[in-house]
Every structure is written in structure tokens, then in C-alpha cells.
């Protein structure tokens, strides 16, 4: 039962930091890609971040690149988003989610496309206040 929990959420001022974790069980973490995505009341989820767990590559969206970091540690089964400079337009819902990592992420497939992630946790609030 594959499950993804996300926690970590919460109140900080811009130019703050926080860091999210993604706990994991019920598959080979190896397999999967992991992927940080983020709503807002109203807007689309949109892809954030994401990590190949067997090769450690990872896709930053252009919004968050040189800002958050996305890394994980196979022996927890976890995975965390390291959030630094935070501006109150980061203020959303993240949620982790999984996709068997099939594609690569340097390939042509898309990175963060919702319909390949299969499984999900539940979100965090991450509130930005300026």
C-alpha cells in the first residue's frame, strides 16, 4: 500500500526558510520519482520540484530554481524540500506525490505532469507573510 505523508508546513516571514519532508512506504523508493507540487484556492497545481531516486537527478520549475532544494535519503524513505528565500508567492498547499521513475528526467517527457504521479499525500500549508 504505497503511502506518502508531507509535512513541515507553516507561518514564516519572506527571505525565511522551511523545510518539508515527504515520508514514503509500500514500494522500492529506488523505483520512484518523487514530486513536490503546490495549489493555491483557485489556481491549478502546479510542479514545484522532483527527484529520481535511483540516479539523484533532479528538475527545479523556473519559479523556485536557485531558491529551494530537493533531496532525499533512501535508508528514511523520505524526501525533503529545503526552502530558502521564501516570498509570500510561495504561499500554497505542497503535496509530495510518486511516479515510477520510467522516463528520466532529462528526457523529453514531461517532468511534472500530474496524470504520471499515481499516488499522493496528503498537503502542508506553507503560509509566506511579507
Known amino acids: 500500500d504505497v503511502q506518502l505523508q508531507a509535512y513541515g508546513g507553516g507561518l514564516v516571514q519572506a527571505g525565511g526558510s522551511l523545510r518539508l519532508s515527504c515520508a514514503t512506504s509500500?514500494?522500492?523508493?529506488?523505483?520512484?520519482?518523487i514530486g513536490w507540487f503546490r495549489q493555491v484556492p483557485g489556481k491549478e497545481r502546479e510542479g514545484v520540484s522532483c527527484?529520481?531516486?535511483?540516479?539523484?537527478?533532479?528538475y527545479y520549475a523556473e519559479s523556485v530554481r536557485g531558491r529551494f532544494t530537493i533531496s532525499s535519503d533512501s535508508a528514511k524513505n523520505t524526501v525533503y524540500l529545503q526552502m530558502n528565500s521564501l516570498k509570500p508567492e510561495d504561499t500554497a498547499v505542497y503535496y509530495c506525490a510518486a511516479r515510477p521513475n520510467l522516463w528520466g528526467l532529462g528526457s523529453k517527457h514531461p517532468v511534472m505532469a500530474k496524470r504520471d504521479f499515481g499516488s499522493w499525500g496528503q498537503g502542508t500549508q506553507v503560509t509566506v507573510s511579507s
Open positions: 509500500g514500494f522500492t523508493f529506488a523505483d520512484y520519482d
Open positions: 527527484i529520481n531516486n535511483n540516479d539523484g537527478s533532479t
